[in-house]
């Protein structure tokens, strides 16, 4: 009787406590994505970035349409491992290498947009500048005098 009450106190702490370590999760498929967008790739804005292709990626129960653009990586010698779609799953696109992983933050691209705009417009204006310091160097040329 002692043995079968033991066992029987056995058997309740090991159902509860494997009770207590039962996981639920829930997840949502919403299938493979579209086939990826034809777009045309602008040119490189300098050989320090890297074309990151675009991409479909989940939000809210749909996929959403990242174009591709070009990036700097976060260091020097990372590259860019596209995001897919596996079995029901989406694998999130990151950047790796010798310095470790990067999960990629979409934050990233609309700072880098603005970013790249802002050295856009810098270099259009340099440009600008060094264009009407010429045409004043060849105005001076023209009207100077070499009759002295």
Sequence with gaps: MRVRVASSAICVVLLMSS??????????????????????????PGPEFTWVEGYWYPQAGHYLWHDGYWTRPPYEGAYWVAPYHDHGRYVEG??????????????????????????????RDRHEEHERAERREDHRDDHHDDRH
């Design 94 to 123: 990151y950047w790796d290498g010798q310095r470790g992983r990067f999960a990629h933050d979409h934050r990233w691209d609309h700072e880098a947009e603005r970013r790249d705009e802002e050295r856009r417009v810098e270099a």
């Design 19 to 44: 009770a207590a370590f039962a996981q639920i999760s829930f997840g949502i498929q919403i299938g493979a994505p579209p086939p990826p967008r034809a777009y045309v790739v602008p040119a490189r």
